[in-house]
C-alpha cells in the first residue's frame, strides 16, 4: 500500500507545482537524475539492483523531491543551480541506499547538498543584462 502514499504525494507536489508554490526545477531533476542512473545501473546487472521504479516510489524519494528539497531558505535559488541541486540529491540518494548503510537517503542526500547549495548558487548566477565580461573589455 505505500506506493499509494508515494501517489498522493506525487499528486500533491504536482498541485504545488500547478499553484506556483515551488519551481518545477528541483522535483523533475531529482526525480529524474535518480530514475536515471537507477535505469542505468538495473539496465547493466538487473539481478542485482531493483527496477527504477522501487527507487522512486519506496521511502521518502517523492516526499523528499516536492516537499523536503523545495526549502526556499537552504535550497538553492538560481534556474540552473535548482536543476544541479536537484540532480545531485537525486544521484545521492541512489550511492547511499546502494552503498551506504541507512535504509532511506532522502533526508542525509537533502542536508548535504543544503551545504553546497551557496556554492551552487555562486558559480550558476545569470548574467546581469547590460555587464560585459572581462574578455569583452
Do not use: C
Not at 66 to 78: G, K, M, Y
Not at 122 to 128: A, E, I, S, W
Amino acid at each position: 500500500g505505500w506506493e499509494w502514499v508515494g501517489n498522493w504525494f506525487l499528486l500533491g507536489g504536482l498541485f504545488l507545482i500547478w499553484r506556483r508554490v515551488i519551481s518545477w526545477r528541483i522535483p523533475v531533476s531529482m526525480l529524474g537524475s535518480l530514475l536515471l542512473i537507477a535505469g542505468l545501473f538495473w539496465a547493466i546487472d538487473p539481478n542485482r539492483h531493483p527496477f527504477p521504479a522501487f527507487h522512486l516510489f519506496s521511502g521518502g524519494a517523492i516526499l523528499g523531491a516536492f516537499f523536503i528539497a523545495t526549502d526556499p531558505v537552504s535550497a538553492s535559488t538560481t534556474p540552473r543551480g535548482q536543476l544541479i541541486f536537484g540532480a545531485l540529491i537525486g544521484v545521492l540518494v541512489f550511492i547511499i541506499r546502494t552503498w551506504g548503510g541507512y535504509p532511506d537517503a532522502v533526508a542525509f542526500a537533502v542536508l548535504l547538498m543544503n551545504m553546497a547549495a551557496p556554492t551552487i548558487d555562486y558559480y550558476t548566477q545569470p548574467r546581469v543584462f547590460g555587464q560585459r565580461d572581462k574578455k569583452d573589455a
